[in-house]
């Protein structure tokens, strides 16, 4: 296992003690991952019981994403576990957990840089005035098997020019 990842899991172990310890309960742990791209820092999958985590972010950024970022994870699996899967992601349940649990902020959002975190785009073009424009990976990837993507300017749809070279690829 690599280093990242058994830090991750580290925090992910003593933030479960922490909250089986506070509400005298035990919960299931879940399956961690380390291969996140883009600007997301975590990814809580409730159904597959599963924390996804981003490696870039992690090492740019890895005293406040293991505080932080690891903690706000695990507390939406835990708010899941608590009070069942019609609440908000960060309702006032994730909430609690955040600053009554962990007692940590309970931040929606990071302010991570994301320049360097693998975050791929693709270049459409529209016809009118030549315009360009960046699509994602999983939009450029739908575009590929079928979906049509329209200008919002024209309404005519956008074809596939080229990939977005990172500034990590320039020689």
């Not at 706000?72 to 899967?85: C, F, P, R």
């Not at 931040?107 to 791929?120: A, I, L």
């Not at 990837?141 to 080229?162: D, E, I, M, Q, S």
């Amino acid at each position: 296992m690599s280093s990242d990842l058994h830090q991750i899991q580290q925090r992910v172990i003593e933030l479960y003690a922490l909250a089986e310890q506070l509400l005298q309960r035990s919960f299931r742990k879940p399956y961690l991952r380390l291969d996140l791209k883009g600007e997301t820092a975590g990814q809580a999958w409730i159904e597959k019981r599963q924390l996804r985590f981003n490696p870039v972010l992690l090492k740019e950024n890895r005293e406040h994403f293991l505080k932080q970022t690891v903690a706000h994870e695990v507390a939406h699996l835990l708010a899941y576990d608590i009070h069942g899967s019609r609440i908000r992601a960060h309702g006032r349940e994730w909430q609690s957990i955040m600053t009554d649990v962990f007692q940590l902020p309970a931040d929606r959002c990071h302010s991570y840089d994301t320049h360097r975190s693998g975050r791929r785009q693709w270049l459409y073009q529209c016809r009118c005035e030549g315009k360009t424009i960046a699509l994602g990976t999983t939009r450029h990837n739908r575009y590929h098997k079928g979906t049509v993507y329209l200008c919002t300017t024209c309404k005519a749809p956008l074809k596939y020019y080229g990939r977005v070279q990172a500034d990590s690829e320039e020689t």
